[in-house]
């Protein structure tokens, strides 16, 4: 069973920066997409950002020009900079991953934008 291993989160000032990083269990599979869901309390999961296998990424309206997606293919991994945090951005993230029509998601690591 592939498990994803989120960690990176935490508490951060408004303005402040921080690196989210997920690795997949299973180091023989070439995921199809990778990318970052977060949902904050009483707000329906949305998408932050995905990339594919080819590098082609997408970012979500409000997150553009202040978070960039990369992923380490031969690991599996996929990583998520963000900077100019908001309290807007507070949530919890999750990592998400797919290969061919299996779906796979971690359990969520909190992001909290405060002063």
């Known amino acids: 069973q592939v498990q994803l291993v989120e960690s990176g989160g935490g508490l951060v000032q408004p303005g402040g920066s921080l690196r989210l990083s997920c690795a997949a269990s299973?180091?023989?599979?070439?995921?199809?997409?990778m990318g970052w869901y977060r949902q904050a309390p009483g707000k329906e999961r949305e998408l932050v950002a995905r990339i594919s296998s080819g590098g082609m990424t997408m970012y979500a309206d409000g997150v553009k020009g202040r978070v960039t997606i990369s992923r380490n293919g031969a690991e599996n991994a996929v990583y998520l900079q963000m900077s100019s945090l908001k309290p807007e951005d507070t949530a919890v993230y999750y990592c998400?991953?797919?290969?061919?029509?299996?779906?796979?998601w971690g359990q969520g690591t909190q992001v909290t934008v405060s002063s």
């Open positions: 299973e180091s023989r599979f070439r995921f199809n997409v």
């Open positions: 998400y991953s797919r290969i061919l029509t299996m779906e796979y």
